[in-house]
């Protein structure tokens, strides 16, 4: 066979030529593709703005004039601090709501680590019957409307029943029902994540002559840090930006938290609302939260993805 019949049977086959064979086994849903990824990225810059401009606008009102507090411009103009000074009037009381917050949502987060550990490390190594049913009340309990309970922690806390304190403008009043609403999800979490971690690992460091306790907080723990860390970010959010348990067992103005200070704001007649304050306070409020979550962003992740790929 000459060289020119060996390459005429290369190029060709079955009648078509090797650059049409190639275009026939293009996949023909390119275009397709395309469009779905260009729809995909459209919605999800939606949804980045949608969630940035609330904020931008939040503190671009901020850094305006107090007497342009209902302006619409896209830029303040000029910029100005004032409403940050205004922020923190002693009538407002904000530095100490904002110290009230952060012991709340410490103390909260604290316990909530605390308590919750122990109880989903339990619930992930120890075998009894029923714990699924467990594990369904506790995260059932996470589901009951706040205002549902706010009634019967109110005549608790205002001392109605005489074998019961009157915890009305205490810390604890504020930290003990947060703490019933963020240990339900803790214990969930933590329990996904504690599963994960093979058991054998405890039992190699028991051979080693660790106690089950040693083994626990020196093996264990290290390795859960990231679904620990996760939760306590969580928590700690959620305590923070928590409304209705704060401004009904919090009247005094000693004890409001910082979500409940804000609201209360007044100008200079006491009757109108500063909303350049407002805003400014706001701004103080949230930047420290997204400045935690972005730093950790990476741990949030991982701690949330963690329990949910065996």
């Not at 604290?110 to 699924?132: N, P």
Request: net charge positive.
């Amino acid at each position: 066979m000459s060289a020119a019949t060996v390459t005429v049977n290369e190029n060709v086959q079955g009648g078509l030529t090797r650059a049409e064979l190639e275009e026939l086994q293009r996949p023909r849903h390119k275009g397709r593709e395309t469009v779905g990824m260009v729809a995909g990225i459209v919605g999800m810059a939606l949804i980045v703005l949608y969630c940035i401009i609330p904020f931008y606008w939040m503190t671009i009102s901020a850094f305006r004039l107090p007497s342009d507090g209902m302006s619409t411009a896209f830029w303040p103009s000029p910029a100005s601090i004032e409403n940050f000074k205004g922020a923190f009037q002693p009538k407002n009381n904000f530095t100490r709501a904002l110290l009230n917050s952060v012991i709340v949502a410490s103390i909260t987060t604290a316990l909530t680590l605390l308590f919750g550990i122990i109880a989903a490390y339990a619930l992930a190594r120890l075998r009894f019957r029923m714990k699924g049913l467990v594990l369904a009340i506790i995260i059932g309990c996470s589901m009951f409307p706040g205002i549902t309970l706010l009634i019967p922690l109110l005549k608790l806390f205002t001392g109605y029943y005489s074998w019961f304190p009157n915890w009305m403008n205490t810390y604890q009043a504020m930290i003990v029902p947060d703490l019933s609403f963020g240990l339900p999800l803790a214990v969930w979490n933590l329990t996904a994540f504690f599963k994960q971690l093979p058991v054998e690992l405890e039992q190699a460091a028991m051979v080693d002559g660790c106690t089950p306790g040693v083994a626990f907080r020196k093996v264990i723990l290290p390795l859960a840090a990231p679904g620990v860390f996760t939760t306590a970010i969580i928590t700690f959010i959620a305590v923070w930006n928590e409304y209705m348990i704060a401004l009904t067992f919090g009247v005094k103005p000693t004890m409001k938290t910082a979500t409940v200070a804000l609201s209360q704001f007044t100008g200079t007649t006491n009757f109108d609302t500063p909303f350049g304050s407002i805003m400014a306070a706001g701004v103080i409020v949230t930047v420290p939260l997204l400045v935690v979550v972005l730093l950790f962003q990476r741990r949030i992740v991982g701690g949330l993805t963690a329990g949910g790929v065996k």
